[in-house]
């Protein structure tokens, strides 16, 4: 339980509103002159500010029995509350050091266990992973660690996408363009998922000269699907080498899969469902002959407004949904699948291997048309777990020239930004640090660069679109990832140095026992912030919303190192030493929490 949680029950004991409504109107306010929380009394009925009043009035006498409350205040139609500093002090850092790894998890109070898969990434075999497949990989990872931190049994699932006419695309140029000057077939001169995406780039410029290289690789593709053992024989050695690169840049961004499924395994049996459907109805054919789900006369009213929040993320929906869904092709008319052909079949796939409560797909925003026509098909064909899909849609991640396009060789792969990001951080490294061994410099830079990236790409609601700038994700100022490593790293230094500076026994009595001691305003405001944690994690698990989390760590690293340069942690009197030394390792410890959840490094030194 926290503070907040026994102000929730305070107030439903003395109001008899429900919990789940009180919890909505219990706010923080913007100014913390205001108190620390505020309640307002809209729910109670009659007029909010004479009810602000009465509510004040019963809580008041409740006051000296509550060892949180300072006091409470009407101030028009909110009651303000004001907590006991030292109580608080001593119950947040006590629990904090006691709880360690575990602080903020609410493991003990709020027991989910939910069966959860996540599915992120889902890359083409065709080309390697880029910016966009980094924000996805971010925000996938991140999710997948918040919910296990609360407590959630986790499942992080990928569906790599390794057949269609794209995937020809790259092969048909390796096979037209593949060989050398002695006719040998060329083999992965550099990394070989950057290999295979060359020939996707070079088979959309050729397609610009000679436009007949669309009917060959459509040729093409019907031979893959007809089993054609030369094309397959293809797919199977440039699939292994993208497979074989995508590996090495998921262990290097820190991502793993507990289980990878394949399109090339799923679409058959997605064909087998739309035919069933077609018997039964479900599906037409229209005037080319392909296969559809007749969506367009289906009311948009019909689907319920939860299901379209989910879709689009609070996105404002395409004009084209405010009364109708348009029909959505499952099978082409030369008896090829398309992208949603497969997901049909991967949804009830994945269900059978997990009987999952939830499942995420972590998808961008251009998808998001494809999920609602995929889930209310879903629905037409009567599986009720539809009700557990949810799309976390994210916005897409652009450069300050513009939009990336593979096709056109414009877009930044995953490994190249890893590099140049990770040089740039040597370079600062080396400047601050200039007599450290090269191995340690590197190994820095390299833990630099990846929080760098990632905080830069998690720190902005998922819905928004964002434009990536490296110099600006790599300042150690300002609201980035590497300030916030500055931030956990300055704060294991200070605990070094009081073990330097201080006896080995002192620094084991370092406890809250004396938080009452901490007056400071400085001191105070981290207090406040330490015990807001458990909050921040569950309203970001509860909405999927990663930026809340970030903007509390930079919220408290800043109140870290104000507090920093107003008060002397280490002096001659040791017990004001050993309550901010106490304040010291909480805050490190709950900035090691939350950046383990990001999947950002936490380093002792910088």
Excluded at 354 to 363: Q, R
Excluded at 543 to 569: P, S
């Amino acid at each position: 339980m926290t503070i907040r949680d026994d102000i929730v029950t305070l107030l439903h004991d003395v109001t008899g509103l429900p919990l789940n409504d009180i919890s909505l109107l219990l706010a923080v306010p913007p100014d913390a002159m205001l108190g620390d929380y505020a309640f307002g009394c809209f729910k109670l009925g009659g007029n909010a500010f004479e009810n602000a009043q009465k509510l004040q009035q019963k809580l008041q006498e409740k006051i000296p029995k509550l060892l949180f409350l300072s006091r409470v205040e009407a101030a028009g139609p909110y009651v303000n509350f004001y907590m006991n500093k030292s109580f608080l002090a001593q119950q947040t850092i006590g629990k904090i050091l006691k709880q360690k790894k575990k602080f903020g998890s609410q493991k003990s109070s709020q027991k989910r266990e939910k069966k959860i898969l996540v599915e992120y990434c889902g890359p083409n075999t065709n080309k390697p992973l880029h910016l966009g497949h980094m924000r996805n990989m971010s925000l996938g990872g991140a999710i997948c660690n918040l919910l296990s931190f609360m407590g959630n049994e986790v499942h992080p699932v990928n569906i790599v996408n390794d057949r269609g006419v794209h995937i020809c695309k790259s092969m048909l140029a390796y096979q037209k363009w593949g060989k050398d000057e002695d006719g040998k077939w060329k083999t992965p001169d550099k990394k070989s998922d950057h290999f295979v995406g060359d020939f996707y780039v070079l088979y959309a410029q050729k397609a610009k000269e000679d436009p007949k290289l669309e009917e060959e690789v459509q040729e093409m593709l019907q031979k893959w699907e007809q089993g054609d053992a030369t094309v397959r024989a293809l797919w199977k050695k440039m699939n292994r080498w993208v497979l074989t690169g995508f590996a090495q840049t998921y262990k290097r961004f820190g991502v793993w899969f507990e289980k990878e499924y394949f399109e090339s395994r799923c679409y058959e049996k997605g064909k087998e469902m739309v035919m069933e459907g077609f018997a039964r109805g479900v599906f037409e054919k229209d005037d080319t002959g392909a296969i559809v789900a007749p969506l367009e006369n289906v009311s948009i009213e019909k689907i319920s407004v939860e299901k379209i929040d989910t879709i689009f993320a609070g996105k404002k929906l395409p004009t084209l949904l405010h009364h109708k869904l348009p029909n959505k092709v499952v099978l082409r008319a030369d008896g090829t699948s398309i992208y949603i052909t497969q997901d049909m079949y991967l949804a009830k796939l994945r269900y059978e291997d997990y009987a999952f409560d939830k499942l995420i797909y972590v998808v961008a925003s251009e998808q998001n048309l494809h999920f609602l026509q995929l889930f209310r098909i879903l629905e037409l064909l009567g599986y009720g777990f539809v009700q557990k899909l949810f799309h976390l849609s994210y916005g897409m991640v652009n450069l300050p020239t513009g939009k990336m396009k593979s096709r056109e060789g414009t877009v930044v792969d995953a490994d190249d930004l890893m590099d140049e990001v990770a040089e740039m951080a040597h370079g600062e490294v080396v400047k601050r640090f200039p007599a450290l061994p090269e191995q340690e410099k590197k190994k820095r830079a390299e833990f630099i660069a990846l929080g760098a990236i990632k905080f830069f790409l998690l720190r902005t609601d998922a819905i928004r679109d964002i434009v990536f700038n490296p110099e600006e994700s790599l300042s150690f100022e300002g609201e980035t990832g590497p300030y916030l490593q500055y931030t956990h790293a300055r704060a294991c230094a200070i605990l070094r140095k009081s073990l330097i500076e201080g006896s080995a026994q002192m620094r084991r009595k370092i406890d809250a026992r004396n938080a009452s001691l901490l007056k400071e305003d400085s001191e105070l405001k981290l207090v406040t912030l330490l015990s807001q944690f458990s909050e921040r994690v569950d309203e970001s698990a509860q909405h999927l919303r990663i930026h809340i989390l970030c903007r509390y760590l930079l919220d408290l690293a800043q109140a870290f190192n104000e507090f920093y340069h107003a008060c002397h942690v280490l002096s001659e009197d040791t017990k004001m030493q050993d309550v901010r030394l106490a304040l010291v390792d909480a805050t490190r410890q709950v900035l090691a929490n939350g950046l383990g959840i990001l999947g950002i490094y936490a380093p002792e030194e910088m």
